[in-house]
């Protein structure tokens, strides 16, 4: 399966953005999704996961009542909706598939390129 990530951009704090991720070879439909990102100079971390018939998410600490993970099986899509956004938000945001609700959030398969995303302050 091939994941592209998009929606990223410059955002002043307490701004929006909506990142997309299509998914194309496979249909997303039968796999775990999940959003990571990762900092200058840090490891990459998760973000957010949302399981394949889109009922169960879960989210970092640090995001958690301000972001929210999303699916449209019959888009082949993946949504991250970012709301108050914050200076530590800045990051490159990349989007995974597992068709294994374990590994979704710890070691996904598949990987789509990464979308950068600024929050100024």
């Known amino acids: 399966v091939q994941l592209q990530a998009s929606g990223g951009g410059l955002v002043q704090a307490g701004g929006s953005l909506r990142l997309s991720c299509a998914g194309s070879g496979r249909t997303l439909s039968m796999y775990d999704m999940g959003w990571f990102r990762q900092a200058p100079g840090k490891e990459r971390e998760f973000v957010a996961a949302?399981?394949?018939?889109?009922?169960?998410?879960s989210y970092a600490d640090s995001v958690k009542g301000r972001f929210t993970i999303s699916r449209a099986n019959a888009k082949n899509t993946v949504y991250l909706q970012m709301n108050s956004l914050k200076p530590e938000d800045t990051a490159v945001y990349y989007c995974a598939a597992d068709p294994s609700s374990s590994s979704i959030t710890i070691g996904p398969h598949y990987w789509g390129q990464g979308t950068q995303v600024t929050v100024s302050s």
């Open positions: 949302i399981n394949w018939p889109g009922g169960t998410t």
